[in-house]
């Protein structure tokens, strides 16, 4: 038989080479992905970046709008009040009465209505003459502003523009200035004085906080001025040179600022990024700058990139899940589509495995069939060999009786010639009522001899098992009796039999009485020498045990012989033991008695009574 190969089985070996593939393959998947994820990442934080480029363009070009707006609404100013007559007059005369009231109430009037911070004039040594601030705490009337860059230039040039904080009120602002030429008779005279508007841009930076824009504006030192984050004014981009510092300290340009640099390295590119110092929100942006070379500044536009990179991050996290739910499903389709393979695999070689052994087994079977039926021949020849053995048995035991047969048969033969010898006479003396019963009793005994071969010829035929018949066991002790009834009388045995004639068994007839006859013989031997020789037959019923669905008789056959030796009772049942003499027993007696009585579902055995040997026969009792 074909044992279970692990060849036929999806080798383990491969199987493993398989996994340590797939692992493989899994790492590059987590490579293509995370790559994947991280162009993602930056195509779209490429495209953020543009799109806020773009935005931040839009919005600089309103900034500047608003700036220059701001400065646009001041700027002729100055120049109309250089030409004023009251302003010129003062100029001209300051010690006139009424003209320095005249000025100032002219300059707070207009001041008030354009919301500059303030106007002022001062004379050709950069003294203050009259100011719209006249009447506050820190009026300039009176101070001298010679040193100012805005009175300098505007002395020089004729015109100024210029941011700073103003020295008496700290106050930054934007300071739009113009010389006043007096005016003498026809043409223009020397400057006598100049006309400053200081405009504030605080309001400014104001409104660019609230929008949440991040603007500065530098002058052309580079130094921011006005920005939306207080904390990025008055400081330089990058580091300034010591002379450029000590320049704008003298003029004090910017008040007390100690000028820190905002950057380490200046300024980017247009559109590059940023990282500016800042108090709460992300400083850093992406930064446009707008050159107003008019005003010698440079606008600066901070877009916050933060947006920018979160959406980037998201698109790139949305992608990466995307992906690693698409490469999931493959993996388990393919995982699947694997596992059906190895199951179709296992299950051909299952199949292959279920053929062989199914082959095997129907030989094996066909083998089992032979063996059986050659058994089953072995055990017809067996059973007939037995059944021979008995009936040779059987024929041995009429010979050890043969004689008391021939005596049997002798005996009436005598009687009938010696009937048929008076009949003679009988008749020649017409004694015809004699002749008569002497012919009835010759055919008594013809009959007598008839039965007699009769019952021989029964007991000698052969027979077969399978014919069991109920058998009344008084009747088959009597046949068996009727065999013996020469011996029994010569050897002077009482017989006592005790069988109840309701006695049933279910037995083969011939063969329980050579049973009996075997088991009698016996006696007869052992009882030889005895010197009171007693065959005693007896039988009781036993009704059926609790595991033993029938009843059974049980038949005693008990003598006064010798007894069976101790050292023999282990023997006597096998086949050619004997303690007689070679001619008197084959020693077959007992083993084909047990044999037959274990053919008819019963039992034999032996023990010694009180005085001689008791054979015990059970049989399955018959119910009438
Ligand atoms: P055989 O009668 O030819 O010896 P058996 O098988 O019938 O063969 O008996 C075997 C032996 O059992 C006998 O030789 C005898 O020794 C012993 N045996 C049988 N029946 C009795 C008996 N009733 N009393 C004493 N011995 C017996």
Redesign the pocket.
């Known amino acids: 038989m074909s044992q279970a190969h692990p060849a036929d089985l999806p080798a383990a070996a491969p199987r493993r080479a398989l996994l340590g593939g797939a692992g493989a393959r899994r790492w590059a998947w987590a490579a293509a992905i995370l790559a994947l994820t991280l162009a993602v990442f930056l195509l779209a934080l490429n495209a953020g970046h543009d799109q806020v480029r773009r935005a931040a363009r839009q919005r600089l070009v309103i900034a500047e709008a608003v700036l220059r707006a701001a400065f646009d609404r001041y700027r002729s100013l100055p120049t109309v009040l250089a030409l004023d007559t009251q302003v010129q007059g003062l100029l001209a005369d300051p010690a006139a009465s009424g003209a320095v009231a005249a000025v100032n109430a002219k300059f707070e009037a207009i001041a008030g209505a354009s919301g500059a911070a303030a106007i002022y004039l001062m004379d050709a040594n950069g003294l203050t003459l009259g100011a719209s601030n006249w009447n506050q705490p820190l009026s300039f009337v009176g101070s001298t502003y010679a040193y100012r860059p805005y009175f300098l230039d505007a002395l020089a040039s004729g015109a100024s523009r210029y941011f700073g904080v103003g020295t008496t009120t700290q106050q930054p602002g934007l300071f739009i200035g113009k010389a006043v030429v007096a005016r003498g008779g026809e043409g223009a005279g020397p400057v006598a004085g100049v006309v400053v508007v200081k405009v504030d841009l605080e309001g400014l930076e104001g409104e660019w906080r609230r929008a949440g824009e991040q603007i500065l504006v530098s002058d052309a030192a580079g130094i921011v001025f006005l920005a939306s984050e207080p904390g990025w004014k008055y400081r330089p981009f990058r580091p300034l040179a010591a002379a450029d510092t000590d320049r704008i300290r003298a003029a004090r340009q910017y008040g007390d600022s100690d000028l820190r640099p905002l950057l380490e390295d200046g300024p980017p590119d247009p559109g590059g990024t940023i990282r500016l110092p800042s108090a709460g929100r992300a400083g850093r942006g992406i930064v446009e700058p707008v050159a107003m070379p008019d005003l010698g500044w440079t606008l600066w536009y901070v877009a916050p990139t933060g947006a920018a990179f979160r959406q980037a991050l998201l698109v790139a996290a949305a992608t990466g899940v995307a992906c690693l739910a698409l490469a999931f499903a493959l993996a388990a389709a393919s995982q699947k589509r694997r596992r059906l393979r190895a199951e179709q695999a296992m299950r051909l070689a299952l199949e292959r495995r279920v053929a062989e052994r199914t082959h095997d087994l129907s030989d094996a079977n066909a083998r089992l069939r032979a063996e059986i039926g050659e058994r089953e021949r072995a055990t017809a020849a067996l059973r007939a060999t037995q059944d021979e053995l008995i009936h040779a048995g059987r024929l ?1 035991a009429l010979g ?1 009786i043969s004689t008391a047969i021939n005596h049997e048969i002798n005996q009436p033969l005598a009687a009938l010639r010696t009937f048929l010898a008076s009949t003679a006479v009988f008749l020649e003396r017409g004694d015809e009522a004699t002749v008569r019963r002497n012919l009835q009793r010759m055919t008594e005994v013809t009959q007598r001899i008839a039965e007699i071969i009769r019952h021989l010829k029964d007991f000698a035929r052969k027979t077969g098992p399978g014919h069991c018949e109920p058998v009344r066991l008084a009747a088959a002790a009597e046949a068996a009796l009727d065999l013996l009834r020469v011996r029994l009388r010569a050897d002077g045995v009482a017989v006592e039999c005790r069988i109840p004639p309701d006695a049933t068994v279910r037995a083969e007839p011939v063969r329980l009485e050579q049973v009996l006859l ?2 009698m ?3 007869l ?3 030889r020498d005895a010197p009171e020789r007693r065959l005693s037959l007896s039988a009781a019923h036993e009704p059926a045990s609790p595991g033993d669905s029938a009843s059974s008789w049980r038949l005693a ?1 008990a ?1 006064s ?5 101790a050292e ?1 009772m282990g023997r ?2 096998d ?1 050619f ?4 003499s070679a001619g ?10 047990s044999l037959i009585v274990r053919d008819l579902g019963g039992s034999l055995a ?1 023990e010694n009574g009180e005085r ?2 008791v ?1 015990t026969l059970v049989l399955p009792a018959m119910e009438a």
């Open positions: 041995a050890q075997n088991l013989v016996n006696a031997d052992a009882m056959v003598d012989g010798s007894g069976i030796a023999h006597i049942f086949p033991f004997t303690t007689k008197e027993g084959l020693g077959l007696g007992l083993s084909l008695s032996a001689g040997a054979l």
